[in-house]
Structure formats: C-alpha cells, structure tokens
Nanobody
C-alpha cells in the first residue's frame, strides 16, 4: 500500500516562512505529478502548485512569487517553501501524487492526511 505523509505545518506570523514536506512510501514503481492543495474553513479545496517528474512547475496566481515547489525523486518527496505568508494562506495543506505501484498498473492518485498551516499574529 502507498502512503503520503505531510509534515512542516504550524503557526507562523504574517510575513514568516514555512517549509512543507510530503514523503511517499510503500510499493512505488514510479511517480508522475506531485501536487499541493489547500482547503480553508468553509471553502473548496484548491490546487496551490504542482511539479511533474521532469521538474515542470506551476502555481496558483495567489501564491506565485511566494511559494516554491520542488521534489527529490530519489526520496519520493515533494516540498513547498512558503515565504511572505499571509493570513489568507491559513488552511489545511494536502499533498497528492500520481503513482504507479507496478509497471503493468496504471497511475492512481493518492492523498496525504493534511497538515495545518495557520498564519496569525
């Protein structure tokens, strides 16, 4: 079975920084795209950033220039460096990844359990 485990969330003051990590483990043959989503109270889950296996990245307009997604393919881990944090960045952050568990199996999307990020003074 495949697991995604996020870490790095917490409470930070406006203007501060956090670095989220998400490590995939288990029966993994190959990982394609890895993504970060977030969900604020009372709002829909939204895509924040993604990174393909060849390093192509894309960001939501609300975080461009402040957040940076990266990955370490050898460690099956995706990161997100979040700088200049704002109160509106407060949310539960989830990672997901498109993973093949075997050469003959198609990609499936797996989700982590989420990590809380709170930006407040």
């Amino acid at each position: 079975q495949v697991q995604l485990v996020e870490s790095g969330g917490g409470l930070v003051q406006p203007g501060g920084s956090l670095r989220l990590s998400c490590a995939a483990s288990g029966s993994i043959f190959n990982i394609n795209a890895m993504r970060w989503y977030r969900q604020a109270p009372g709002k829909q889950r939204e895509l924040v950033a993604f990174c393909t296996s060849d390093g192509t990245t894309n960001y939501a307009d609300s975080v461009k220039g402040r957040f940076t997604i990266s990955r370490d393919n050898a460690k099956n881990t995706v990161y997100m460096q979040m700088n200049s944090l704002k109160p509106e960045d407060t949310a539960v952050y989830y990672c997901n990844a498109d993973i093949r568990v075997h050469f003959f199996r198609p990609y499936s999307t797996f989700w982590g359990q989420g990590t809380q990020v709170t930006v407040s003074s």
